[in-house]
């Protein structure tokens, strides 16, 4: 069994996780005739419908999964719970509620639990994508639509950064360690950032979401931080604030609290006191 779906001790899968899979899928399926299938059968008709062309590419944008065919693509949208399970051929039988197999040359994968798993036109694509924000994973994306974004909004930014109008590809961790690098109030009204401060965080991101791909999990430390390798870091040495009980830089009670329904994490001693 390969490692699979979304690093466990992070919580829901955030941008990184996405592309990164979109980067193992494509290497594992490019340009094969892949068999695919839905054991549990909530994507029967399509699966059989697709079954046997040729997988051109999977791709990413912000948490959005999309597998590229000759005529059509597969949306997916893997939400709070979904994950992959990769598996070597000869696959074994398919575990829980399998939405849809695919199965290459040496590869199979299982996704398990997704939000979103449907047929995707061209037109649908365009309009995915002019709904999201600019991903930071994008190297074409442009941080002036997120400056720009944050200028329209007075909600907290820690609220904005959740929006992926405003940024593609975030989760709560993110926010939270974003938020702590850049040694800001969770509260602080969006448009209240400066354009600077907008830039810099946006290019924050690029930097945390590629090394999260990398290493297939959130890591914002700085190098300089730790001892060791970031392959070789231990869970509770990865992050700053979140999910932590103190803060890793200047060991003050973390704080919670419920924002629009999503836990935040931040250090008051870091970041400022409350709204
Ligand atoms: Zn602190």
Request: with cysteine; charged share 30%; hydrophobic share 35%.
């Amino acid at each position: 069994m390969l490692p699979f779906g979304h690093p466990r001790t992070n919580g829901m899968p955030e941008g990184h996780t996405v592309h990164r899979r979109a980067r193992d899928h494509t290497k594992w399926f490019r340009d094969q005739s892949v068999r695919l299938s839905s054991p549990q059968g909530r994507f029967d008709d399509e699966a059989r419908a697709l079954d046997g062309e040729s997988f051109r590419e999977a791709f990413a944008i912000g948490k959005h999964l999309i597998y590229r065919f000759d005529r059509d693509h597969i949306h997916i949208h893997l939400g709070l719970f979904g994950k992959f399970r990769a598996q070597k051929i000869p696959a074994g039988d398919p575990r829980g509620a399998v939405r849809l197999r695919v199965v290459g040359r040496d590869r199979a994968v299982d996704l398990i639990g997704p939000i979103k798993c449907e047929r995707f036109t061209d037109v649908d694509l365009v309009l995915l994508r002019a709904r999201l924000g600019p991903d930071p994973l994008d190297p074409r994306s442009d941080v002036a639509l997120f400056v720009d974004a944050l200028r329209r909004r007075r909600s907290p930014i820690g609220v904005a950064l959740l929006d992926q109008s405003v940024v593609a590809g975030l989760g709560n961790v993110y926010r939270a360690e974003l938020l702590h690098r850049a040694q800001m109030n969770p509260f602080t009204p969006a448009n209240q950032l400066t354009t600077r401060q907008a830039e810099s965080m946006f290019a924050d991101m690029r930097d945390l979401l590629a090394i999260g791909v990398k290493y297939d999990r959130i890591i914002t430390v700085d190098r300089s931080e730790v001892d060791r390798p970031f392959s070789r870091l231990r869970r509770g040495e990865r992050l700053n604030v979140y999910g932590r009980a103190r803060c890793r830089r200047c060991d003050s009670p973390v704080r919670r609290e419920d924002l629009q329904g999503r836990n935040l994490h931040w250090c008051v001693s870091c970041q400022g006191g409350s709204r």
